[in-house]
T-cell receptor
Framework: DQQVKQNSPSLSVQEGRISILNCDYT??????FLWYKKYPAEGPTFLISISSIKDKNEDGRFTVFLNKSAKHLSLHIVPSQPGDSAVYFCAASAPPGDMRFGAGTRLTVKP | ETGVTQSPTHLIKTRGQQVTLRCSSQ?????VSWYQQALGQGPQFIFQYYREEENGRGNFPPRFSGLQFPNYSSELNVNALELDDSALYLCASSRHSGGDYEQYFGPGTRLTVT
C-alpha cells in the first residue's frame, strides 16, 4: 500500500531558479512529515520537517508547505544550487514510529 | 558526536541462508529503526526498537527479526533468505521525545542474495 506518493520521478531546474518537489499521502493519521535528501552510496540525510499543526516551515533556502485538506506537501528550494542535485524523499510518520517514504524524486540542478 | 554506523558495508549470501546486520546508533539516541530499500524505491519500514523492545513493525514476515542492546545498538536478522531480500538495508536512530520523529540514517548495508 503506497501511503506516500511522489509522482515525479525526476525534476530538472536551472541554477538560481526555484525547485518544487511534491508529495501526496493517503493516511490521515500521519502527524509529522519530513524531507530527506540522498546522495549515492550514502544514507538519507534529514533536511526539513513539519508538524501536522502547521502549514509552513522554513529553513534557509528550504521551505516545506503542508495542505492537510488536500493531503499534499511540497518542498521549495530557492535559489536552487548544483549541490542540491540528489534524490529527495518525502516521509510521513504516525506514532509509535511507523515512518513511510515515497519513492523519491531525482532533482538535477543545471549550472 | 558520532553518527549512525552500520556493518558490514556489503554482503553476499545464498538463498536459504541467514544474515545478521549491525547498527550503532547516534550518541544520545535511544530508538533504532530498520528499513529495506529496493532499487528505485523509497525505504520501507521494517521495525523500530525503543529501549530494547519492538515498538512498531511494518509489513514484513517474522523471518525478519531484531534486537536492541542496552547501549542502544541494534541487529537485524533475516532467516531463510530469498532472492527478493536483495536490497539496501538502512538503520536510523532518533531521540524518542514524542513528536520529534527526525531519524538519522546510517550509510546502509547492501545485501545481495544469489
Amino acid at each position: 500500500d503506497q501511503q506516500v506518493k511522489q509522482n515525479s520521478p525526476s525534476l530538472s531546474v536551472q541554477e538560481g531558479r526555484i525547485s518544487i518537489l511534491n508529495c501526496d499521502y493517503t493516511n490521515s493519521m500521519f502527524d509529522y512529515f519530513l524531507w530527506y535528501k540522498k546522495y549515492p552510496a550514502e544514507g538519507p540525510t534529514f533536511l526539513i520537517s513539519i508538524s501536522s499543526i502547521k502549514d509552513k516551515n522554513e529553513d534557509g533556502r528550504f521551505t516545506v508547505f503542508l495542505n492537510k485538506s488536500a493531503k499534499h506537501l511540497s518542498l521549495h528550494i530557492v535559489p536552487s544550487q548544483p549541490g542540491d542535485s540528489a534524490v529527495y524523499f518525502c516521509a510521513a510518520s504516525a506514532p509509535p514510529g511507523d515512518m513511510r517514504f515515497g519513492a523519491g524524486t531525482r532533482l538535477t540542478v543545471k549550472p | 558526536e558520532t553518527g549512525v554506523t552500520q556493518s558490514p558495508t556489503h554482503l553476499i549470501k545464498t538463498r536459504g541462508q541467514q544474515v545478521t546486520l549491525r547498527c550503532s546508533s547516534q550518541s544520545g539516541h535511544n530508538t533504532v529503526s530498520w528499513y529495506q530499500q529496493a532499487l528505485g524505491q523509497g525505504p520501507q519500514f521494517i521495525f523500530q526498537y525503543y529501549r530494547e523492545e519492538e515498538n512498531g513493525r511494518g509489513n514484513f514476515p517474522p523471518r525478519f527479526s531484531g534486537l536492541q542492546f542496552p547501549n542502544y545498538s541494534s541487529e537485524l536478522n533475516v532467516n531463510a533468505l530469498e532472492l527478493d531480500d536483495s536490497a539496501l538495508y538502512l538503520c536510523a536512530s532518533s531521540r524518542h521525545s514524542g513528536g520529534d520523529y527526525e531519524q538519522y540514517f546510517g550509510p546502509g548495508t547492501r545485501l545481495t542474495v544469489t
